[in-house]
């Protein structure tokens, strides 16, 4: 569901319409009739990363920090 308010109804109504957008709703505030901003939910946040959890799971050459062939940089590779 969309809710579009002005931007004095917003300002009276901030608890309300936030509220409203954490639920999943979309609210539009408008100035003049023209929409101007849109108030919705920040991202859940990822969890901590634990350093070390799949040690010895990723294998690299010992060469893959070598320079690579010219070839390579002019797409002939």
């Known amino acids: 569901m969309?809710?579009?308010v002005d931007?004095?109804?917003a300002k009276n109504q901030l608890p309300k319409l936030l509220s409203l957008a954490l639920?999943?709703?979309?609210?539009i505030i408008t100035e003049h009739d023209?929409?101007?901003a849109k108030i919705v939910?920040?991202?859940a946040a990822a969890g901590m990363r634990?350093?070390?959890l799949h040690k010895g799971k990723i294998k690299t050459s010992r060469d893959f920090d070598a320079p690579l062939p010219d070839?390579?940089?002019?797409?002939?590779?």
């Open 2 to 4: 969309t809710r579009t």
């Open 7 to 9: 931007i004095q109804t």
């Open 23 to 27: 639920k999943g709703n979309e609210v």
């Open 34 to 36: 023209k929409p101007r």
């Open 41 to 43: 939910p920040v991202a």
């Open 50 to 52: 634990t350093a070390g």
């Open 71 to 77: 070839g390579f940089w002019a797409g002939k590779e």
